[in-house]
């Protein structure tokens, strides 16, 4: 028999090879046990209906937060009359949006045909009744402006060809559209009129589009920008503005899915 004493380096090494051999086998064991089939989702409204369950613990451990929280959050906006979510190729938060900054459009001299949300910045949905300063944060939680611009319609065509290719996006009023379930445009319309090639259209949007993203790079192309940079002009406070102007009016927000995108088999 060979003595041998060990030096630490060499008990390393010995608990380095353990310690790797214990994973191989690890991964190896467990390598074939599973594998994913199928992905389901569901949308699932947190509303008044689940708090027939109430837990006493988590509420006394978060109580010495809450107001702080809700002095912040809480403070009611609005109010809406029925559920809204984004959802393509057309919905109600995805109709209200534009046309929010439709109506913001005057306090900048502006006068645009028509306005674009980008469905990607609509992050959460809004739910029946009231609104509040958190839930206009929860639907828009980026700091996108305001921003206006010009499109010749040639170009404005091509646009439309790439928000019918994505399936549809946030439109105002003004447009009407008719796209193919495989996401070619076949129809347009501006106010019940068809797009002039020649003629310029003002239009409303959000900055963070100007540069060309989300796959509608026709946006790269606009001029005349007004994108005021203060954080005033941050839609979430102009969406907080129009609800609170509708509560002082009396009205109720509501939207309804109206045929602005329509997709054609």
């Not at 199928?38 to 008044?48: A, P, Q």
């Not at 984004?86 to 045909?113: C, F, G, T």
């Not at 980026?142 to 946030?170: C, D, M, V, Y």
């Not at 993203?213 to 994108?227: G, L, P």
Request: glycine share 6%.
């Amino acid at each position: 028999m060979i003595s041998k004493t060990l030096t630490l380096n060499d008990m390393k090494k010995a608990m380095m090879f353990a310690v790797t051999a214990a994973t191989l086998m690890t991964i190896t064991a467990c390598r074939h046990h599973y594998e994913v089939v199928s992905v389901e989702r569901s949308r699932i409204f947190i509303d008044s209906r689940w708090d027939a369950a109430n837990n006493d613990e988590p509420m006394q451990f978060l109580a010495p937060f809450k107001h702080d929280v809700d002095s912040v959050l809480g403070p009611i906006v609005g109010h809406v009359a029925r559920n809204m979510t984004p959802h393509r190729p057309e919905s109600e938060l995805s109709n209200l949006l534009p046309d929010i900054l439709m109506w913001a459009a005057p306090k900048y001299n502006e006068q645009p045909v028509f306005a674009i949300y980008n469905m990607g910045g609509i992050r959460a949905d809004l739910t029946r009744g009231a609104v509040t300063y958190g839930d206009v944060l929860d639907v828009a939680p980026f700091e996108n402006k305001i921003a206006f611009a010009t499109l010749s319609g040639a170009e404005l065509l091509e646009l439309f060809g790439q928000i019918a290719k994505r399936g549809g996006e946030g439109v105002s009023g003004a447009v009407r559209m008719e796209i193919t379930k495989d996401g070619k445009l076949l129809s347009i319309k501006l106010n019940g009129e068809d797009i002039d090639p020649q003629k310029d259209y003002r239009y409303a949007t959000i900055d963070y589009l100007l540069g060309g993203t989300d796959q509608m790079t026709t946006f790269a192309k606009s001029r005349d920008i007004n994108a005021p940079k203060e954080a005033s002009n941050n839609t979430r406070f102009i969406i907080m503005d129009y609800f609170r102007a509708m509560e002082k009016e009396g009205k109720v927000v509501d939207a309804q899915i109206e045929g602005r995108i329509t997709v054609k088999e």
